[in-house]
């Protein structure tokens, strides 16, 4: 592991498709398993305790899970009591707790409320002791016996089965089809077979139609009547704006309270997760969350570097950044329904411009989706600086209940 360490995400799916919660790991450049060291594994631990610290951050997380590979060295470091036990899942090897003292120790944590994922437990029979102790059991589809997956005769009440490496969709649904979890790498990235064209809906036209108001600065009275034609639009607004908390004082109630309080442009990129999040596809709560988490990383990253107006420009390219995917039409498509400056247009189309960098950045700590060293260096940008970036996104994304 190079002393520059980035951390990356996998994000875990139930049967449902919804997001249960993600992986963290170091960014290797490649896809193997098990390569981290000990210390490697404690300054990820410490680096994911640092960014916890505070009831307002664990409650931020609202019951997601965190998963984290272990040794049985590290399962009684300090640092492991620092993460909340209810968030907390560490993945140890079936090696691992055949020692004794691993499995004690791990017993231990499990009593204090922490999961433990049992890593390749596909060879396990049922009725295995260890099966009593972990919450999960890990393992893949068996290609040779027609996509079989060994570790579903191992899931109960007790322990969930997940499983890793999927390469398709249709792999997932297998999973989906016996009610398992399953990590799915960037499978969120590639279309369903025969994904149908979708395009706006009426929400979504709604919300297209603010926006240009707002670009626009129509007067608030017009806004008002526009969003009133959508009730339900209006509380998902006012939820979204309120459940990350600004410090305001005051819970916003109305369209009016928001710009007396936010002004337009803050009110333009809350449009724009609206927006985002507007699907009615059932399989799209895994698109809507990434946009969200890269839309606030590329917000962060970008704090500092450039003025506040062009860092909120960057949360609403990231916002946008899935569009196409959601809407099902390609981002040209997209961007002659909704207008946007040139800049932020070119970030969606090319990742070039001011904006496109730290948008490539944000996809790149999307579990090895790329370069992450070259586009943090381009943008001069610390390794510690992108992961605290990184954390704090994945968390207040958490905070937003879509």
């Given at each position: 592991m190079?002393e ?5 995400r996998e994000?875990l ?10 992986e963290?790991s170091?960014?290797?450049?490649e896809?193997g398993?098990?390569?981290a ?6 300054e ?5 305790a640092?960014?916890?610290?505070g009831?307002?951050?664990m ?5 997601s899970?965190?998963f984290f590979?272990?040794t ?9 009591r ?14 691992d707790l055949?020692?004794?003292?691993t499995?004690?120790a791990?017993a231990a944590?499990r009593?204090?409320g922490?999961?433990?994922s049992?890593r390749?437990?596909d060879?396990?029979?049922t009725g295995?002791p260890?099966l009593?102790?972990?919450?999960h059991v890990?393992?893949?589809?068996s290609?040779?016996?027609g996509a079989a997956i060994?570790?579903?005769a191992l ?9 890793r490496?999927?390469a398709?969709?249709?792999e997932?649904?297998v999973c ?7 990590f799915?790498?960037n499978?969120y990235?590639i279309?369903r077979a025969?994904?149908e064209k979708k ?5 979504q036209?709604?919300i297209?139609?603010l926006?240009?108001m707002?670009r626009?600065?129509a007067?608030?009275r017009e ?12 509380y998902?607004l ?6 990350v908390?600004?410090?305001?004082g005051?819970?916003i109630?109305?369209?009016r309270h928001?710009?007396?309080m ?7 990129r809350?449009l724009?997760?609206?927006?985002a999040?507007?699907?009615?596809d ?5 698109l809507?969350?990434?946009a ?5 990383f590329?917000?962060l990253a970008?704090h500092g ?16 950044s899935?569009?196409d995917r ?8 997209v961007l002659?329904k909704?207008?946007?400056a040139?800049?932020m247009?070119?970030?969606l189309l090319?990742?070039?411009?001011m ?14 989706n790329g370069?992450i060293a070259?586009l943090?260096d381009s943008?001069?940008i610390s390794?510690r600086q992108?992961n605290?970036a990184?954390?704090?996104a994945?968390?207040?994304a958490?905070?937003?209940k879509?």
């Amino acid at each position: 592991m190079s002393e520059t360490k980035f951390l990356v995400r996998e994000p875990l799916l139930n049967a449902a498709q919804q997001i249960l919660g993600y992986e963290l790991s170091w960014y290797s450049g490649e896809q193997g398993e098990g390569m981290a060291s000990d210390a490697d594994l404690l300054e990820l631990l410490s680096l994911a305790a640092a960014q916890l610290q505070g009831a307002e951050a664990m409650s931020q997380l609202n019951g997601s899970l965190l998963f984290f590979e272990a040794t049985p060295a590290l399962l009684a470091a300090d640092v492991v009591r620092q993460l909340p036990a209810k968030n907390t899942v560490l993945r140890l090897t079936v090696t691992d707790l055949s020692d004794p003292e691993t499995l004690k120790a791990a017993a231990a944590l499990r009593q204090q409320g922490y999961g433990i994922s049992l890593r390749g437990a596909d060879a396990l029979k049922t009725g295995n002791p260890l099966l009593q102790v972990v919450s999960h059991v890990e393992g893949r589809l068996s290609h040779e016996q027609g996509a079989a997956i060994p570790i579903a005769a191992l899931q109960s009440a007790t322990a969930k089965a997940v499983v890793r490496k999927l390469a398709s969709w249709q792999e997932y649904d297998v999973c989906a089809l016996q009610g398992l979890h399953a990590f799915i790498g960037n499978l969120y990235l590639i279309p369903r077979a025969n994904a149908e064209k979708k395009g706006l809906n009426s929400a979504q036209i709604i919300i297209v139609q603010l926006m240009e108001m707002l670009r626009q600065n129509a007067d608030i009275r017009e806004l008002e009547e526009v969003l009133k034609r959508d009730a339900a639009l209006s509380y998902k607004l006012f939820r979204y704006i309120n459940s990350v908390g600004f410090g305001l004082g005051a819970e916003i109630q109305s369209l009016r309270h928001a710009v007396t309080m936010l002004g337009y442009s803050p009110l333009y990129r809350w449009l724009s997760l609206l927006l985002a999040t507007a699907s009615t596809d059932s399989h799209a709560a895994v698109l809507m969350q990434t946009a969200i988490v890269r839309g606030r990383f590329a917000e962060l990253a970008g704090h500092g570097i450039l003025p506040k107006n062009e860092a909120e420009n960057l949360f609403v390219v990231g916002m946008f950044s899935l569009l196409d995917r959601l809407l099902g039409i390609p981002m040209e498509e997209v961007l002659a329904k909704i207008q946007l400056a040139e800049p932020m247009a070119q970030a969606l189309l090319t990742r070039d411009g001011m904006y496109g960098p730290f948008l490539a950045l944000a996809e790149a700590c999307e579990l090895n989706n790329g370069n992450i060293a070259a586009l943090a260096d381009s943008l001069f940008i610390s390794a510690r600086q992108v992961n605290d970036a990184h954390l704090a996104a994945l968390l207040w994304a958490q905070a937003i209940k879509i």
